[in-house]
């Protein structure tokens, strides 16, 4: 641990909360993602695609998910989960749950299309974002990261531990990219119901492991040590809620405008449906009234 947290200029002396990773792969991993979608929404834009645009709400999507995975991955945060388990599950919801699905809402249809443009690309992208097959990878995913021996080793080297984010963040839009993203790169369109079912259903798995942690003895021989002073199984407690407690509520929030969004829709199709029935009763009052004799002797 100290050795990884060396390599990341870290240091177990200083406060966590005044220590920012500057470290170098997530520093440019960070500016290669803005650096293609900026070229991508731009330049490549305005020669292969000028008669598309990019709405602002896609933008500001794209800048919210980079700003919060600099933060997860730079800030004190990304110290934190160096020190306490808490940390680290703070810190791989941000980029699951959060920056995943803001990542996934910026890309307009017209990049999907160039993205997976190819016939193996398109096929693989559609094979992993299948409804049935996205969800068992994204909790394939937590579940194998947070198997002890894989996380102490993850915890412990540098390389490792920069290709658990990166799996938590493909894993991440894989899992939501039936629910938001464009849908000429998807296999299978979900109706509202199939997408609220599909955030119940996959939610399960991070519960279990989840309330799993919070009942469970220490499990991580790299956390049992820590400078804060915090007991090991407080920690592990603290973490495993933070997955089981504000993870579910966030699908439960994200069901939930799913369901409010079903309801306007019904609305809207039933307002549609009583201006078409008004408008065949008056159309059939008309039609009544030129058929009666009264209608012919006026004439």
């Not at 803001?102 to 094979?127: H, T």
């Not at 199939?194 to 492991?209: H, Q």
């Not at 939930?256 to 969004?261: E, G, Q």
Request: contains cysteine; proline residues 6%.
């Amino acid at each position: 641990m100290v050795e990884h947290m060396r390599e990341m200029g870290l240091s177990l002396a200083r406060p966590w909360y005044v220590q920012w990773a500057w470290d170098p792969v997530f520093l440019i991993s960070l500016l290669v993602i803005a650096g293609l979608y900026l070229y991508a929404i731009g330049p490549y834009r305005a020669a292969a695609h000028p008669q598309e645009r990019v709405s602002r709400g896609q933008i500001v999507a794209f800048a919210s998910g980079i700003l919060i995975l600099f933060i997860a991955l730079i800030s004190p945060i990304n110290t934190l989960s160096m020190f306490l388990f808490s940390g680290h599950m703070t810190q791989h919801l941000l980029v699951s749950l959060v920056v995943s699905p803001l990542l996934v809402v910026s890309i307009p249809g017209w990049l999907a299309q160039a993205i997976f443009n190819g016939k193996f690309m398109r096929f693989a992208w559609k094979w992993l974002t299948f409804p049935f097959i996205a969800p068992v990878l994204f909790n394939a995913n937590i579940w194998i990261w947070h198997a002890p021996p894989i996380l102490n080793a993850m915890m412990q080297n540098h390389a490792l531990h920069a290709i658990a984010q990166a799996c938590y963040l493909l894993t991440g839009v894989i899992f939501w990219w039936p629910l938001f993203g464009a849908s000429v790169a998807r296999a299978y369109k979900l109706n509202i119901l199939e997408k609220m079912l599909y955030i119940l259903l996959s939610d399960m798995p991070m519960v279990v492991i989840g309330a799993g942690l919070t009942f469970m003895q220490p499990l991580y021989d790299v956390y049992k040590r820590n400078p804060l002073g915090i007991a090991p199984s407080v920690d592990q407690q603290i973490g495993g809620s933070v997955m089981w407690i504000p993870g579910a509520i966030f699908m439960i929030v994200m069901a939930s405008i799913l369901f409010l969004r079903w309801m306007l829709q019904l609305e809207a199709r039933q307002k549609e449906t009583d201006a078409r029935l008004a408008t065949m009763e008056e159309e059939y009052e008309d039609e009544e009234y030129e058929d009666t004799p009264f209608s012919h002797q006026q004439g």
